[in-house]
């Protein structure tokens, strides 16, 4: 099956610094998502990014298909952009069946 | 507009029992989806349903079993608990449109199997 690997697995930060999440996957997809699980557990919608670039305030996303990988950056973070973040990937021919990555997981300190 | 909603928050079961967790989907949504997320994981796909049926489903045995029904909501069942199924049980809903698929999850089920 694919295999969806994401870097690092964890991060630590001061509040303020910018980072950068790589999500790789091993096969061709239809479609990718990039989630932030808060501490409650609770997935929230960053990215739906199949392919090119998005961003959303300070945020912003960049998937390369044709390459398998794509990127997350979080910039002047702050203490409640802590959690995990997690790359979520559709195949060709399983509509909504997503296949998580193994998940970053990012504390930002004051 | 309304997100997807489940219930119930926590649940707290003997193995051997049987558990129903509820779901129902964001609004205007058609497809509900359901994953497991044991502690320190990422989700795991248990199976999807469309249409009242179920259209796709993961590497989970027959022990889980769902329903949708005609307003879209839907529940997972577990039988004989085992131990191992102690996890956080998400629902997500997503609306077969074109080839746009993004699915928003609910807040979960926390299922504790003692």
């Known amino acids: 099956g694919i295999q969806v690997e994401q870097s690092p697995p964890d991060l630590i930060l001061q509040e303020g610094a910018n980072s950068t999440l790589r999500c790789n996957f091993s096969?061709?997809?239809?479609?990718l998502q990039w989630f932030h699980q808060n501490p409650w557990g609770q997935l929230i919608n960053l990215f739906y990014i199949p392919s090119g670039t998005k961003q959303n305030g300070r945020l912003s996303a960049t998937t390369v298909a044709t390459e398998r990988y794509s990127l997350l950056y979080i910039s002047s973070s702050q203490t409640t952009d802590s959690g995990v973040y997690f790359c979520a990937v559709e195949l060709p021919g399983t509509a909504s069946k997503l296949t998580f990555g193994t998940g970053t997981r990012l504390q930002v300190t004051l | 507009d309304a997100g997807v909603t489940q219930s119930p928050t926590h649940l707290i079961k003997t193995r051997g029992q049987q558990v129903t967790l509820r779901c129902s989907p964001k609004s205007g949504h058609d497809t509900v989806s359901w994953y497991q997320q044991a502690l320190g994981q990422g989700p795991q796909f248990i199976f999807q349903y469309y249409e009242e049926e179920e259209r796709q489903r993961g590497n989970f045995p027959d022990r889980f079993s769902g329903h949708q029904f005609p307003n879209y909501s839907s529940e997972l069942n577990v039988n004989a608990l085992l131990l191992g199924d102690s996890a956080l049980y998400l629902c997500a809903s997503s609306l077969v449109l074109g080839l746009d698929y993004e699915q928003y999850f609910g807040p979960g089920t926390r299922l504790t199997v003692t």
């Open positions: 096969d061709s997809v239809n479609n």
